[in-house]
T-cell receptor
Framework: QKEVEQDPGPLSVPEGAIVSLNCTYS??????FMWYRQYSRKGPELLMY????GNKEDGRFTAQVDKSSKYISLFIRDSQPSDSATYLC???????????FGDGTTLTVKP | NAGVTQTPKFRVLKTGQSMTLLCAQD?????MYWYRQDPGMGLRLIHY???????AKGEVPDGYNVSRLKKQNFLLGLESAAPSQTSVYFC?????????????FGPGTRLLVL
């Protein structure tokens, strides 16, 4: 079983919809939780970063971490066609030299 | 400030040929990584380095070698390419200290092994 499981998708929504992207994990040592966005034929880029449990908001994006359930989510409000991309969750322990990535969820927002 | 650059952008190899992929970063980052990305399989870590002169195996190291002779460069070598190594290869780097754990990725190298 993988340490990080991500909802596989693909996901297709109309413009303006609220999108929920989710990952579960099994390693209780994970303390840092990241969401990367990857446009087609490009490298991933960091979208949101959270340390430990709680919520973090940045514009239309909200990252949520529930360590008790080992569950993280990324919410996108008022989704736009420009949000169409693959979203990768990633997480790591405090002193770990490397992160563990989910397989990614491909999102398409239709105008 | 170019960030992370990768050379070449695209390459076609025949089975058994060798090649080296070059990753360079100008952010003075200690950590560097090589990943491969295949459809539906996310990013899989091949090798990584926590500093100049150090390397460590990742999730899928077989068939690859790496070297970090200079802090700003991380080389990925394929000694005898196989069709199973057809993939998109991404390099990334990050700063080792402080709260920021962001990895900065290069644009990728597309490799086709025939």
């Amino acid at each position: 079983q993988k340490e990080v499981e991500q909802d596989p998708g693909p996901l297709s929504v109309p413009e303006g919809a609220i999108v929920s992207l989710n990952c579960t994990y099994s390693n209780s040592a994970f303390q840092y939780f990241m969401w990367y966005r990857q446009y087609s034929r490009k490298g991933p880029e960091l979208l949101m970063y959270t340390y430990s449990s709680g919520n973090k908001e940045d514009g239309r994006f909200t990252a949520q971490v529930d360590k008790s359930s080992k569950y993280i989510s990324l919410f996108i409000r008022d989704s736009q066609p420009s949000d169409s991309a693959t979203y990768l969750c990633a997480m790591k322990g405090t002193n770990a030299g490397k992160s563990t990535f989910g397989d990614g969820t491909t999102l398409t927002v239709k105008p | 400030n170019a960030g992370v650059t990768q050379t070449p952008k695209f390459r076609v190899l025949k089975t058994g040929q060798s090649m080296t992929l070059l990753c360079a970063q100008d952010m003075n980052h200690e950590y560097m990584y090589w990943y491969r990305q295949d459809p539906g399989m996310g990013l899989r870590l091949i090798h990584y380095s926590v500093g100049e002169g150090t390397t460590a195996k990742g999730e899928v190291p077989d068939g690859y070698n790496v070297s970090r002779l200079k802090k700003q460069n991380f080389l990925l070598g394929l000694e005898s390419a196989a069709p199973s190594q057809t993939s998109v290869y991404f390099c990334a780097s990050r700063y080792s200290g402080g709260p920021q754990e962001t990895q900065y990725f290069g644009p990728g190298t597309r490799l086709l092994v025939l």
